[in-house]
């Protein structure tokens, strides 16, 4: 594992251990040349997916790119990098399991969208108003009425 302060291909692992949900594996290492200290996790890849956009275009899936997405939607709602961590291991594992190569950006956001709506209400609004690409009040007004909640609170 290459240092990422100084570049040498030289580092030791002083320690691992599992993550939480044992899907993946942290270890600290330590650069021999420069004595700098920082983390790498290691994950289980079980195929190359691609990612079929709606422009019909394949791009290599972007695991980063989910979770940015969804930390962007729990910003400032209580929710920690742990949790989001979760949600991408289990939206990745499900998309791998289902045995496809490819898989729609639909997909990937209905898992999204069904993860959120278990873990924070408000983050499942947010992520909905930017992947159903609302373009004013009233979609969110229509998409609010129709959570489950919305209608039990309703006399």
């Known amino acids: 594992m290459r240092c990422p302060f100084c570049g040498s291909e030289d580092t030791q692992v ?6 939480e949900d044992a ?21 289980v890849q079980l195929r190359d997916l691609v990612v079929l956009k709606k422009d019909n275009k394949r791009v290599p899936f972007d695991r980063d790119k989910l979770a940015r997405s969804i930390a962007i939607a729990v910003r400032k ?27 729609p950006t639909t997909r990937i956001g209905e898992l999204a969208m069904e993860s959120l709506a278990k873990l924070d209400e408000v983050a499942y609004v947010r992520f909905a108003s930017v992947y159903r690409d609302f373009a004013n009040a009233r979609d969110f007004e229509e998409f609010i009425s129709r959570l489950p909640e919305a209608d039990e609170a309703e006399p």
């Open 23 to 43: 899907t993946s594996i942290r270890r600290r290492r330590q650069c021999t040349a420069c004595g700098a200290r920082f983390t790498t996790f290691e994950r």
């Open 14 to 19: 002083k320690d691992s251990r599992p993550v």
């Open 77 to 103: 709602r209580g929710v920690d990098q742990e949790q989001i961590e979760r949600i991408v291991n289990g939206i990745v594992r499900r998309i791998e399991t289902s045995g496809e190569h490819e898989v």
